[in-house]
């Protein structure tokens, strides 16, 4: 099991930056890839980004391509999103998961399998 849990979120203005952190614990040597995902008012949960332990190149949703950008501290097992020029339609809850290690051809919501409690982005005029 591994065990994630989200900080950072916040209300920012539209255009602003905000920082989210994912902190993994647990039987994290059996995670292939950490990704992030949201759930605005209304919506469906969406893919947002992802990225492997491994290393390799993060995957973005095309909605944030460019203003979204992943980092990683291994030593601390600690994913974090940087999200710039942030848009009204940003505004969601965003959660981090993780996938076990295996061949997938994307990146589904079902295929993690652990999902961190999620942490609140609000951006507004």
């Known amino acids: 099991q591994v065990y994630l849990r989200e900080s950072g979120g916040g209300s920012v203005q539209v255009g602003g930056s905000l920082t989210l952190a994912c902190a993994t614990s647990g039987r994290t040597a059996d995670s292939g890839a950490l990704g992030w995902f949201r759930q605005g008012p209304g919506k469906e949960r969406e893919f947002v980004a992802a990225l492997h332990w491994n290393g390799g190149s993060p995957f973005y949703a095309d909605s944030v391509k460019g203003r979204f950008t992943l980092t990683k501290d291994n030593a601390k097992n600690t994913v974090f999103l940087h999200m710039n020029n942030l848009k009204f339609e940003d505004t969601a809850v965003y959660y981090c998961?993780?996938?076990?290690?295996?061949?997938?051809?994307?990146?589904?919501?079902?295929?993690?399998?652990?999902w961190g409690r999620g942490t609140q982005v609000t951006v507004s005029s």
């Open positions: 998961a993780a996938r076990p290690k295996g061949f997938y051809t994307d990146y589904s919501a079902t295929d993690f399998g652990s």
